[in-house]
C-alpha cells in the first residue's frame, strides 16, 4: 500500500469564528512535526489578495499560511477567488488570473460544474505533492438554502475524504447553540464526518465551562477537541472584512502618533496597515465619515476594488473635502494612490458603468481603468529625505496612472521602470507598491518624518515586523498545540487516509 497524505479540514459555525487562523496554526503545527503541508480553500470571498511567485492572486489568507507551513503558495491552494466589486457584482478569479464578473445568481447557476472540477484537480494536484492538507471552509455548512450547490464546505470535505472539526467562538456568545444547530441541520453523512469540535476564543475560567461541555459532548455525540484561550498581540494578517468592525474608530490618546486609515465600502488589501499596529507610539484608525477624520498625523488611502465608485463615497461622506484641503501628510497604495490624481476613468466599464470621477488632484496623473489586470511582485528603490530605501511589494491592480507633466516618480522598481510619484516636499506619497509599509526601514522613516512634523523625538532601531510574524506563527503554533488533543486529531485523520487509500484502490481512481 502506497502511502496517503493525511488531511484535515475547518469549519465555522458561522463567518469570523476563527476558521483562518486555526487553520493557519495547524499549518505550523504539522510543518513543525516534519509534513510538508499544504493550506487549501476551494473557493475564496475576500479582497485581500495574495500574489504568488509566478504572478498569481489568490485569497491572503491562503498565502499566508502557506508561509506558516514554509512553503510557497501557489493557486492549487486556492483555485476561485471571488472579489466583490460592487453590491450584486464580483469578479471571478479562476488560478490567479480574472475569470469574468458574475453576480451571484449567475455564478451559482453557470460556473457550479467548472469549479468542481477545478477544485477535484486542485485537490489531485496538492495531494500529490504534500504529505499533508490543511483544509479551510467558509461561513458555515448549515446553509441550508444554498448547501445543494456548494463548493467550498461538506462537498469539499467529501471530495477530500477529509475529517471535518467545527469551530464555535465562544467571545459572540451562544456557543453551544450555535454548535449543536449546525449540527442538527446537517445530513446523517455530513455529521458523520465532524469528528469533533473546537470552542475558540475563551477568555475566563475553564472550571465554569466544563459543565457545558460534558453536557455538550453526551447531547451530540461528538467530542470537544480543544478549547482555545484568546490570544491576543498576533502580528497575522486578518482576511475577512469583518473583521474591520473590531478595529478602533477613535484615537487612543496614550499613544503620540495618530494613523486615519480611510475606510470606503471596496477597501482591499488593508492588512497593508498592519505594520503600524506594531508600532507602540501609533494609534490606528479606521475613518468612515468626515466628522471623525479631526486632524490626524498621517492619511493613509488604502486600496480599493471600486477606486471611482469609492471616491464617489468620499464626497457624500465629507471626507472629499475635508482630506483635499488640509497639510497632512498622506499616503494612497493601489486605488487610493489612483485616488490621489486628479481623474479615474472607467472607459471599459471594467469596475463600474459610472465612467470617471474626479480625484484629489494631489499628484499629477491620470489613472485609466482596463480589463487587463498587472498582478506580480515587486521590488524597487525609494528616495525619500534624502535617503535610498529598498523596497519589496506586490501589485493588484487593473489599470494604469499617466502624467502628461513633470513628475516625481516614488520608486525606481528592479527592471528599471518606475513607479507611484510623491510632491515636492515629501507629504503626498502614492504607490501601486502594495507592502509598502511591510518595509521597516522606509517605514520607519516615514513616521519619524512624522514624529519631527510633531516635535518628537525620532525612534533610531525599526521595529522588525517580519520577524514579529514568524514568531506569531510559532506563538500560535504553540498555544493551539497545548489546548487541542493533538494525538485525537491524527489518529482521526490517519483513519480517513487509511480510508481514502482503500476507496482509491478498490475504485482505481483519484481524488473524488
Known amino acids: 500500500m502506497c502511502k ?19 487553520t493557519t496554526a495547524f499549518c505550523r503545527i504539522f510543518a513543525q512535526a516534519g509534513l510538508q503541508t499544504a493550506p487549501f480553500k476551494s473557493q475564496n470571498m475576500a479582497l485581500n489578495s495574495y500574489i504568488t511567485i509566478d504572478g498569481k492572486e489568490i485569497g491572503r489568507a491562503q498565502g499566508v499560511q502557506a508561509e506558516a507551513a514554509g512553503v510557497e503558495a501557489t493557486t492549487d491552494m ?30 451559482r447557476e453557470a460556473f457550479f460544474h467548472t469549479g468542481l472540477k477545478l477544485i477535484k484537480d486542485s485537490l489531485a494536484a496538492l495531494y500529490e505533492s504534500f504529505d499533508c492538507i490543511v483544509i479551510e471552509g467558509a461561513g458555515s455548512p448549515a446553509e441550508v438554502n444554498l448547501n445543494d450547490r456548494e463548493l467550498v464546505n461538506m462537498r469539499v470535505a467529501q471530495m477530500a475524504e477529509a475529517p471535518v472539526i467545527l469551530v464555535g467562538d465562544i467571545e459572540k456568545g451562544g456557543v453551544f447553540a450555535s454548535l449543536v444547530g449546525t449540527l442538527q441541520l446537517l445530513s446523517d453523512r455530513d455529521r458523520e464526518r465532524v469528528a469533533g469540535v473546537i470552542i475558540n476564543k475563551f477568555r ?22 480543544g478549547v482555545i484561550p484568546y490570544l491576543p498581540g498576533l502580528t497575522i494578517e486578518a482576511e475577512d472584512s469583518v473583521v474591520l468592525k473590531r478595529y478602533r474608530r477613535e484615537r487612543d490618546d496614550t499613544k503620540s502618533l495618530d494613523i486615519a486609515v480611510i475606510q470606503y465600502p471596496m477597501i482591499s488589501n488593508f492588512t497593508d496597515i498592519d505594520p503600524f499596529f506594531a508600532e507602540p507610539d501609533c494609534s490606528v484608525r479606521f475613518v468612515t465619515h468626515g466628522d471623525q477624520l479631526e486632524h490626524p498625523d498621517l492619511i493613509v488611502l488604502p486600496g480599493s476594488k ?27 497604495i493601489c486605488g487610493g494612490y489612483q485616488m490621489l490624481g486628479r481623474c479615474v476613468s472607467d472607459p471599459e466599464q471594467v469596475e463600474t458603468p459610472l465612467g470617471n470621477a474626479e480625484g484629489f488632484g494631489m499628484l499629477p496623473i491620470h489613472t485609466e481603468l482596463s480589463s487587463e489586470k498587472t498582478t506580480i511582485r515587486s521590488k524597487g528603490t525609494a528616495l525619500y529625505g534624502e535617503k535610498c530605501y529598498d523596497l519589496e511589494g506586490y501589485e493588484i ?59 518628537l523625538d525620532e525612534v533610531k532601531d525599526p521595529v522588525r515586523f517580519n520577524a514579529m510574524r514568524e514568531e506569531s506563527f ?5 498555544h493551539v498545540r497545548e489546548h487541542v488533543d493533538l494525538d485525537k486529531i491524527y489518529q482521526t485523520m490517519r483513519d480517513y487516509s487509511n480510508k481514502r487509500l482503500l476507496m482509491q484502490e478498490s475504485s482505481g481512481q483519484g481524488v473524488k
Do not use: C
Open 397 to 455: 491592480h487593473m489599470g494604469v496612472s499617466r502624467s502628461t507633466e513633470s513628475l516625481n516618480s516614488f520608486i525606481q522598481t528592479a527592471n528599471g521602470e518606475t513607479d507611484g510619484a510623491k510632491s515636492e516636499d515629501e507629504r503626498i506619497i502614492g504607490t501601486y507598491f502594495h507592502g509598502l509599509f511591510h518595509n521597516d526601514e522606509f517605514r520607519t522613516a516615514l513616521l519619524n518624518s512624522v514624529r519631527k512634523r510633531k516635535g
Open 78 to 107: 486556492n483555485p476561485i477567488l471571488i472579489k466583490p466589486s460592487r453590491e450584486n457584482d464580483s469578479q471571478i478569479v479562476v488560478h490567479g488570473k480574472p475569470y469574468q464578473n458574475m453576480n451571484a445568481f449567475h455564478y
Open 204 to 225: 475566563g475560567d475553564i472550571n465554569l465551562l466544563k459543565p457545558g461541555l460534558h453536557w455538550f459532548e453526551n447531547y451530540s455525540g461528538k467530542p470537544v477537541l
Open 306 to 332: 471600486n477606486t471611482i465608485e469609492d471616491l464617489l463615497f468620499l464626497q457624500r461622506s465629507g471626507l472629499f473635502d475635508k482630506i483635499k484641503h488640509n497639510d497632512i501628510p498622506t499616503v494612497g
Open 474 to 478: 510559532d506563538l500560535l503554533a504553540e
Open 4 to 22: 496517503q497524505p493525511l488531511s484535515l479540514m475547518i469549519q465555522g459555525t458561522h463567518s469570523d469564528a476563527g476558521k483562518s487562523v486555526i
